[in-house]
């Protein structure tokens, strides 16, 4: 595959476009949809690339990796967000630097978080990460589990509570994509029907984006459509 930054500025559009597409499909309006751009495993050159290209939200899985590269994007305006699973032992560094954490599933990660974000710095932001479909390989809270870490979680202070994460099982058929995102939604709906005011749905992902936005994601974490294959 070519790699140049010509071509990431075509698959950058080309993303975009198709984001557009399924937004306008689902009746919904283009701007309530951000493009994260997953950056993991992308050296600081591919996203400063990126971000000449007006891309703004960055993600990140592994901790040494992203500190590294925030460092050398230091003089530039980014949003970034960790996406990856969060260690007890990682949380300061991630308290520290980021925006946004996506993948929040257990209480004592997020009293660290809380406890460790600088008083400086506005309320970081976070998302729940549900196991949506139930599988033991990955994180996530339980459904059943939920409405009592959304409750404890949005009594926190230092943090933000904005929505809910999920990376269901991988389906080829549209519909079933669209079904495991219809019920992250529902669990949404029903958390804001219990007063939680949560504005945020991070779900979505290279191969299932558009199923994604037109069951009501408002953030799609992309990486292969945008930067192509992982290097190893
Ligand atoms: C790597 C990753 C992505 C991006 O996946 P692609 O299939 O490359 O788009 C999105 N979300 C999370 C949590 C990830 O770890």
């Known amino acids: ?21 399924a937004a306008a499909r689902a009746g919904r309006n283009a701007q309530s949809v951000t493009l994260l751009a997953v950056s993991k495993a992308q050296p600081a050159e591919v996203v400063r690339a990126a971000a000449d290209c007006g891309l703004r939200d960055f ?7 992203a500190l590294a590269k925030l460092d050398a994007l230091r003089d530039r305006a980014l949003q970034w967000h960790f996406v990856g699973r969060i260690q007890a032992n990682k949380t300061r560094d991630i308290a520290e630097a980021f925006a946004w954490v996506h993948a ?19 309320p970081l932001n976070v998302c729940l990460q549900v196991n949506i479909g139930g599988e033991a390989s990955k994180g996530g809270v339980a459904h059943a589990e939920l409405p009592g870490l959304a409750a404890a979680v949005a009594r926190l202070p230092r943090l933000a509570l904005r929505g809910l994460m999920c990376i269901p099982p991988e389906e080829t058929e549209v519909a079933r994509q669209r ?11 029903a958390l804001n029907s219990a007063g939680l005011g949560l504005d945020t749905l ?21 990486g292969t459509a945008l930067f192509g294959p992982r290097p190893a």
């Open 1 to 21: 595959m070519l790699r140049g930054p010509q071509n990431l500025a075509q698959r950058i559009l080309e993303v975009q476009e198709r984001m557009a597409r």
């Open 59 to 65: 993600g990140e899985s592994y901790l040494q990796e």
């Open 104 to 122: 929040v599933d257990r209480l004592r990660i997020a009293e660290r978080l809380a406890a460790q974000r600088p008083h400086y710095a506005a």
């Open 179 to 189: 079904a495991w995102f219809r019920e992250l939604h529902g669990l949404y709906t």
């Open 202 to 222: 991070s779900m979505g992902m290279s191969g299932d984006f558009e199923a994604a936005i037109e069951e009501g994601a408002t953030i799609v974490r992309v």
